[in-house]
């Protein structure tokens, strides 16, 4: 049965209101009708079956009323919550990087900008592309039947990132950088996320196409983020966070 998502305000005691781009989509794509079944999702792990009351069909402002039959805890989330600090990668990449993240089940995604980041975005632009990203995350949580839909952050440049990891702590915080020769991903995964402390989140850090500088390195190390080695070979910055991502929910026992 399709899915679809309702903002926890457009629930209201028994009854529901769906409207927007959902609302379209049950009418004209699958064609429901009054009485008709539909399950939904309030984006905070809770599912509905719901019956359509009524339908209005008013051009530019489609509207789904519906009552709640039964509700349920939908128990899709990983135990480990992961936040991408993503560095935005050249052209559209970052779109396929937020699709896979939140298939994979990453919780937030922050895009960057570090001293190497080839692309920079005015404020207009940037606006638009986190409303982009905002809806191929909620496109992709729908389609993996996700519960909750992953965060896309408003982007900041590498030094606030480390600043916004700082307050959040306790967290398990790595970079990935490819002139690391002591910490491998897999140790360093292995003394925290399989040792028993999965619930701590862990934050990922990914460089651009041209890494990370020495100095960005320094400064992270220095806020307590671990440098780390994804191995011998160089793999490009949109599979980089995808990579670190898996190995950490197989680590945690989600994934697999
Ligand atoms: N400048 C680097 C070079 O050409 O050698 C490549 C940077 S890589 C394309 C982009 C990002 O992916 C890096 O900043 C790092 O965060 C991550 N990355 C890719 N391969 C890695 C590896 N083997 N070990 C650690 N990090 C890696």
């Known amino acids: ?37 539909i399950d939904i999702f309030d984006g905070n792990g809770n599912e509905f079956r719901v019956r359509i009351l009524e339908i209005d069909r008013s051009a530019g402002l489609p509207r789904v009323k519906a009552e709640i039959i039964t509700q349920k805890r939908r128990e899709t989330e990983p135990k480990l919550k992961i936040t991408l600090f993503q560095s935005i990668p050249k052209g559209n990449r970052l779109d396929f990087v937020i699709q896979k993240s939140t298939e994979i089940g990453i919780s937030e995604i922050v895009p960057i900008t570090t001293e190497r980041t080839i ?41 606030q990132a480390l600043k916004e990891f700082s307050a959040k702590k306790p967290w398990m915080g790595i970079i990935a950088w490819e002139m690391e020769e002591k910490n491998h991903l897999r140790k ?14 862990l934050a990922i850090f990914i460089g651009p196409e041209g890494g990370f500088t020495p100095e960005e390195v320094e400064e992270a190390r220095r806020a307590g983020v671990v440098p780390v080695s994804l191995g011998s070979r160089i793999l490009r910055s949109e599979t980089a966070g995808l990579v670190v991502a898996i190995v950490a929910l197989y680590e945690s026992r989600d994934l697999g």
């Open 1 to 37: 049965m399709p899915h679809f998502f309702v903002s926890p305000k457009d629930i209201k005691g028994n009854e529901v209101l769906i409207t927007g781009n959902e609302a379209k989509h049950i009418i004209t794509v699958l064609r429901k009708r009054e009485g008709d079944k």
């Open 119 to 159: 692309v920079r975005l005015d404020c207009k632009r940037i606006k638009q592309r986190v409303l982009r990203w905002q809806k191929i995350a909620r496109e992709a949580a729908k389609q993996s039947r996700r519960s909750a839909i992953p965060k896309v952050c408003p982007v900041l440049d590498f030094s």
């Open 188 to 201: 360093v995964l292995r003394s925290s996320v399989g040792g028993g402390i999965s619930r701590l989140p």
